[in-house]
Structure formats: structure tokens, C-alpha cells
């Protein structure tokens, strides 16, 4: 069974500061990697994903995250953040060819400082 | 484009008591999955349909847990004899067969 582990469960960070979250996952095989985020008193939203090709995935907001298998992980970056990115971020994984159920990690909750 | 709906937003039952949430996930998604997530932690999987047919279940779905998507479209999960324990917000998604879920705003649950 796979599993995600996301290190940072806490992060404060000042307006313009620079972010990289962590995410290392368990998983022997070829495995689908996501992001998602959690704004507060809204559902869970996808904020990227990897499946193939080029490990440097971008996503919405100026996010991006590299996929470095030999290392089992998917850190998530983005070179300066805002107030308006203070919220949850979730790490989760599945693995392609059997039932694609994703495994979340615990989250990082991120509060940005004006 | 109307998303993923959960109804209600929020419950408050007594222990003993029976609850039921319904989802409505996006038209024209096949899968639809149930998760329960708790304070500090992400979502955790409870199970899982493709069209009609309930095709995983965690383990963490007792006996008292049952889910149902008649039609293959809405779906409704029920816990009987509610416990304590059962204080969580119940996340529902949806997916076009194998692709990104999407996820709906959730029914949190608190059991007196």
C-alpha cells in the first residue's frame, strides 16, 4: 500500500518569502501525483498534477512542483507567495492500473503574513 | 458548470441516532468516492463507485456505514447508530473514469 508523508505540518511565512513544501511518498511502481489546496471555508480544489512526462509540473496560481523519482518525492514551490495563499495543502498519490483511490498526506497548513 | 453538491453542509445528531449525506457529484462522472477527514489530517478513503456498482470499501467502514448510488448518479451515505467517533467532515468527489477527482464542500458531522 502506498503512503505520503508531507514534513512541514505547520509554515508562517511573510508576503514575497519563497515556499517549497515537502512530500515524499512509499510506492515501488509508477505512481499519479497531485496537489491539492484547501482555501479556508472552501472544498478541497486541484492545484496540479502529475501523470508522465516532464517532471517539472506547473499549476494555477504560479505553483509548481518536481517530480524526482529517485528521491520518491513531489515538493511543491512557489517563488513568492501571498496573504491570499494562506490555506491547506494536501499531497496525495494513486497508483495507475488498479483503482486510482488516491492516499493524502496530512496536510501543511500555510499562513502567509501580509 | 455546476460542481460537486453535498447536502447538508452541516449536521448535529446524538449519539444512538441514525444520519444521512447525499452527494450529487458532476454530470457525466462515472466514479464517486466517499472520504472522511478529521482535524490535522487529509482525507481518508471509505469507498468507491463506478456508475452503480460499489466497488471498494475501507476498512475503516463498519458495518454501520452504507452507501448507495442508484441510477449510477447521486449518491447517499448512512451511518447508523452514530457514535463519537464519527465527528468528521465526510468529503464526496467525483471523476470521469480514472481521471482528477473533484472534490464537494463537504458534510461535517458532529455526534453529541
Known amino acids: 500500500a502506498q503512503s505520503v508523508s508531507q514534513h512541514n505540518h505547520h509554515v508562517i511565512l511573510s508576503e514575497a518569502a519563497s515556499l517549497e513544501l515537502g512530500c515524499n511518498y512509499s510506492?515501488?511502481?509508477?505512481?499519479?501525483l497531485f496537489w491539492y489546496v484547501q482555501y479556508p471555508g472552501q472544498h478541497l480544489q486541484l492545484l496540479l498534477k502529475y501523470f508522465s512526462g516532464d517532471p517539472l509540473v506547473k499549476g494555477i496560481k504560479g505553483f509548481e512542483a518536481e517530480f524526482i523519482k529517485s528521491k520518491f518525492s513531489f515538493n511543491l514551490r512557489k517563488p513568492s507567495v501571498q496573504w491570499s495563499d494562506t490555506a491547506e495543502y494536501f499531497c496525495a498519490v494513486n497508483a495507475p492500473g488498479g483503482s486510482y483511490i488516491p492516499t493524502f498526506g496530512r496536510g501543511t497548513s500555510l499562513i502567509v503574513h501580509p | 458548470d455546476t460542481g460537486v453538491s453535498q447536502d447538508p453542509r452541516h449536521k448535529i445528531t446524538k449519539r444512538g441516532q441514525n444520519v444521512t449525506f447525499r452527494c450529487d457529484p458532476i454530470?457525466?462522472?462515472?466514479?464517486l468516492y466517499w472520504y472522511r477527514q478529521t482535524l490535522g489530517q487529509g482525507p481518508e478513503f471509505l469507498t468507491y463507485?463506478?456508475?452503480?456498482?460499489?466497488?471498494?470499501k475501507s476498512r475503516l467502514l463498519s458495518d454501520r456505514f452504507s452507501a448507495e448510488r442508484p441510477k449510477g448518479s447521486f449518491s447517499t451515505l448512512e451511518i447508523q447508530r452514530t457514535e463519537q467517533g464519527d465527528s468528521a467532515m465526510y468529503l464526496c468527489a467525483s471523476s470521469h473514469r480514472t481521471d482528477t477527482q473533484y472534490f464537494g464542500p463537504g458534510t461535517r458531522l458532529t455526534v453529541l
Open positions: 454530470s457525466e462522472h462515472n466514479r
Open positions: 510506492y515501488g511502481g509508477t505512481v499519479n
Open positions: 463507485f463506478q456508475n452503480e456498482a460499489q466497488l471498494e
